[in-house]
């Protein structure tokens, strides 16, 4: 966490956390509604 800069196969992985995260509040959701 020293670095100013993240690299960027970290931001992709802090990118694909979120992704994932969304997606499965998305699936459950879609699973309330129907």
């Given at each position: 966490?020293?670095?100013s800069k993240p690299?960027?196969?970290q931001q992709q992985n802090i990118q694909?956390?979120?992704h994932s995260r969304?997606?499965?509040v998305c699936i459950?959701?879609?699973a309330h509604s129907v």
């Open positions: 966490m020293a670095e690299s960027s196969q694909h956390n979120i969304f997606i499965k459950r959701m879609n």
